[in-house]
C-alpha cells in the first residue's frame, strides 16, 4: 500500500522522514521548541530541504549545546562559524539563533515558562484546519502574528509571522497535513481554513 503524504514532501528521502515523523507532531521540549523555531529564522529566504540537509551541522555548531552555552557566544565565535560552508553563511541568521538564546534566558529568568507561553499563542491545544491543498494553507494566522510581536518585543530575531506560522506547523501547533494525507489528525474538531 502506498502512504499519501502532503504534496510538498516530494519523493527526497530526507522530506519523507522530516514529514512522517516530525512535522505537525506536537512538541512540547524545550531543546527542541528552541531549534525549531531558530531554524525556521534560517529558513527565510531559502527552502526547508536547505535547512533540512544542513541541520546537522546546525546541532553540532549550536543545539547539541544548552541554550545558556549557546547564549554566551561572542561575535568572534559567530564570525568564525561564516568560514564553514555546512551553515547557511549569513551572519544575521547566525547571530539571530545566540541572540534568540539571550532573549529564551531573558524569559525564564522572569519566572516565564518559555514553551507554555509560546503554545499559549495556539488557539486551542490543537487546530486541526481544513487543507485540500499545501498551497491553500495560510502564510500566517492571526495567531502567528501576536507570536511575531511577543516574540520581538520579547528580544527575538528572525520570527516574523511567516516564520512563527511555519514554526506553529511543525511543532504541532496546528495540523496542516492535507486532508488526503496518512498523517492528517483525525479530528471532529477541525476548522475549516
Known amino acids: 500500500m502506498t502512504i499519501q503524504r502532503c504534496g510538498w514532501c516530494s519523493d527526497n528521502p530526507l522530506y519523507i522522514q522530516y514529514h512522517d515523523q516530525e512535522w505537525g ?6 531543546p527542541r521548541l528552541f531549534e525549531m523555531l531558530c531554524l525556521e529564522g534560517q529558513q527565510a529566504g531559502l527552502a526547508w ?13 549550536f543545539f547539541q549545546y544548552s541554550i545558556a552555552t549557546i547564549a554566551a557566544f561572542t561575535d568572534e ?10 551553515l547557511i553563511r549569513h551572519i544575521g541568521k547566525l547571530t539571530a539563533i545566540r541572540d534568540n538564546a539571550r532573549a ?8 516565564h515558562d518559555v514553551v507554555e507561553w509560546l503554545w499559549s499563542f495556539a488557539r486551542q491545544s490543537r487546530l486541526n484546519n481544513d ?32 516564520i512563527c506560522y511555519a514554526f506553529m506547523q511543525a511543532v504541532g501547533m496546528v495540523d496542516d497535513h492535507e486532508n488526503h494525507c496518512h498523517f492528517k489528525t483525525r479530528s471532529p474538531h477541525s476548522n475549516k481554513s
Open 131 to 162: 487543507v485540500a491543498n499545501y498551497r491553500q494553507a495560510p502564510a500566517q494566522t492571526a495567531e502567528s502574528q501576536h507570536m511575531s510581536k511577543a516574540l520581538k518585543k520579547a528580544g527575538f530575531r528572525f520570527v516574523g509571522p511567516t
Open 104 to 111: 529564551w534566558q531573558q524569559l525564564k529568568s522572569q519566572d
Open 49 to 61: 530541504i536547505t535547512v533540512l540537509k544542513k541541520r546537522e551541522a546546525y546541532r553540532e555548531h
Open 77 to 86: 565565535q559567530l564570525t568564525a562559524k561564516l568560514q564553514d560552508a555546512s
Open 25 to 30: 507532531q506536537v512538541v512540547l521540549d524545550e
